[in-house]
C-alpha cells in the first residue's frame, strides 16, 4: 500500500474528523493522519488491526505554543513494510490523551517521558513514576515556556556585542539567549499568576 492508500483507507474507517496527508522524504514518505484527541485509542486500534501494524516505533510530544501539544507515534507493520505517523492535538491548557499501553506495551516508556516532559496526562497509563528526572524536579523541561535558570544565573557567552568596541561609543543593546525571560517576568520577585 502506498502512504496515500494508507491515509485514505484510515480516513474511511474512522470517518469524520479525521485527516490524512503524506510526510515529506520521497521513498521514505509516510502516511501522516490527524485524529481529534478523543479519538486517539480508537485510530490507534484500527491502525493496529485494520491496517495490521504490529509494531510501536516511538510516541512524543510537539510543544506549539499557543496552538498546544502535537501527540505524534509512529507505528508500523513488519508484514507488509509501511508505516503511520499518528497525530492529534491537544489544548495548552490541562492536556491529556488516553494511553496505548495495553494496545502496545513498548509504548510505555514514551509515555512516561511524554508525561514528565512535557506535563501531558497520560490517562490510564498503569505507572507515571519519574522516568528521567529526580522526584524533586519541578517543571517540563520540553515545554517552550520553561524557564533556562542556568542561562538566567550564568552570564551567556556571547555577552560581547559587534559593534561594541572600545572607543567607537556605539553598542547594540544586549539581547537575552534562548530560553530566558524578561526580568520583570521571572523570579523570586515576580507574584505568580493567579489561575
Not at 547594540?172 to 505568580?192: F, I, K, M, N
Request: aromatic content about 8%; proline content about 9%; charged content about 25%.
Amino acid at each position: 500500500m502506498t502512504p496515500e492508500e494508507i491515509g485514505a483507507r484510515l480516513v474511511d474507517i474512522l470517518g469524520d474528523g479525521v485527516v490524512a496527508s503524506v510526510s515529506a522524504g520521497d521513498r521514505y514518505a509516510r502516511a501522516t493522519v490527524d485524529v481529534p484527541a478523543e479519538r486517539w485509542r480508537e485510530a490507534i486500534t484500527a491502525v493496529r488491526d485494520e491496517l495490521g501494524c504490529d509494531f510501536f516505533d516511538w510516541l512524543s510530544a510537539v510543544d506549539e505554543a499557543d496552538a498546544g501539544f502535537d501527540i505524534v507515534a509512529h507505528i508500523w507493520s513488519t508484514a507488509t513494510r509501511h508505516g503511520v505517523l499518528m497525530r492529534t492535538r491537544l489544548p495548552r491548557r490541562s492536556p491529556a490523551v488516553d494511553s496505548i499501553v495495553d494496545l502496545y506495551p513498548g509504548a510505555s516508556w514514551h509515555e512516561r517521558e511524554t508525561h514528565e516532559m512535557f506535563g501531558i496526562d497520560i490517562v490510564g497509563h498503569p505507572f507515571l513514576a519519574p522516568l528521567l528526572l529526580s522526584n524533586e524536579f519541578e517543571g517540563h523541561p520540553l515545554r517552550k515556556d520553561f524557564v533556562l535558570a542556568s542561562r538566567v544565573v550564568k552570564p551567556w557567552p556571547g555577552a560581547k556585542e559587534p559593534g561594541g568596541a572600545a572607543g567607537t561609543g556605539r553598542a547594540r543593546q544586549p539581547v537575552r539567549p534562548l530560553g530566558v525571560p524578561a526580568p520583570d517576568e521571572w523570579g523570586p520577585t515576580v507574584a505568580p499568576a493567579v489561575e
